[in-house]
């Protein structure tokens, strides 16, 4: 049996991860259109009709823009924290009840054969949490829109063979930048997002000798690159006397396309 993932999509314009075995198959988040979730199923070979659920990490529009329409289409069980049920219920069109269910911030639940632990992250939404998924001793983690990486979660997604890591923003682009100075200090600030320089240096407390891969994640349009996201944290990491290509391989994620579906 093995455990597989795809970023479907990443970026302040839409979140979405697929994870599957051979018998359990879950989305996390659904920060797209209806239309355009299926067009990202479609680009892994997959069909959401067969997905055992959906799990969101918090109530903003990039991460719960196609959960109400997709859970509706496909007839699929929605799990969140009921902080997060709360604020985005509003939001997502009418929920047949028996598509409802609670998954608490901190709870380590049994999805069919993987077992999916949430954690809190510090970010301005009512109570956002995000995931590590085991199965058979291996280990991927899903870890984005954070103000900072506390000790406590580098505790729980210490030592991952695959992390799907926030390298939202460059410092200096974000400084330079056009955003007014109150959106900045908000993404600046503890309850904000994470720049390529505080990933790389998370990162480097937490790669183990089994990972071996790590994805960029939810990357800003307007303040960061691919290019630079990639050479900062590879620069951070050497720094850190980590040397990529060696140990394990960085990879990008795409707004628009699907990384490809990977085994953990
Ligand atoms: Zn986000
Ligand atoms: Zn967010």
């Not at 314009?13 to 239309?35: H, P």
């Not at 604020?87 to 069919?112: S, Y």
């Amino acid at each position: 049996m093995t455990l597989r993932f795809s970023v479907l999509a990443s970026g302040s314009t839409g979140n979405a991860v697929y994870v599957e075995t051979e018998e359990q198959r879950l989305l996390i988040d659904a920060g797209l259109s209806g239309k355009k979730m299926d067009e990202l199923f479609q680009k892994i070979n997959r069909d959401p009709k067969d997905l055992n659920g959906i799990l969101v990490s918090h109530e903003h529009s990039d991460h719960i823009k196609g959960v109400g329409i997709f859970a509706r289409k496909h007839k699929l069980p929605i799990y969140a924290n009921e902080k997060t049920w709360k604020a985005m219920e509003g939001q997502l069109g009418t929920i047949a009840t028996d598509q409802k269910f609670t998954f608490a911030t901190g709870e380590v639940k049994a999805f069919g054969n993987i077992d999916v632990e949430s954690f809190g992250v510090s970010h301005d939404a009512a109570e956002p949490m995000f995931f590590t998924f085991q199965h058979e001793g291996r280990k991927l983690v899903l870890a984005t829109d954070m103000g900072y990486v506390s000790d406590r979660i580098k505790g729980t997604i210490d030592k991952a063979d695959i992390f799907i890591f926030e390298s939202n923003h460059d410092m200096n682009m974000l400084r330079m930048g056009r955003y007014p100075w109150s959106v900045k200090r908000r993404i600046l600030s503890d309850v904000g997002h994470v720049s390529n320089e505080d990933a790389a240096l998370a990162l480097s407390d937490v790669i183990g000798d089994n990972t071996s891969r790590i994805y960029l994640a939810h990357l800003s349009l307007d303040n960061n690159m691919k290019d630079l996201a990639r050479l900062s944290v590879e620069q951070v990491l050497k720094e850190q006397g980590m040397a990529i290509g060696e140990q394990f391989e960085l990879y990008d994620t795409d707004p628009q396309n699907p990384t490809a579906l990977a085994v953990v």
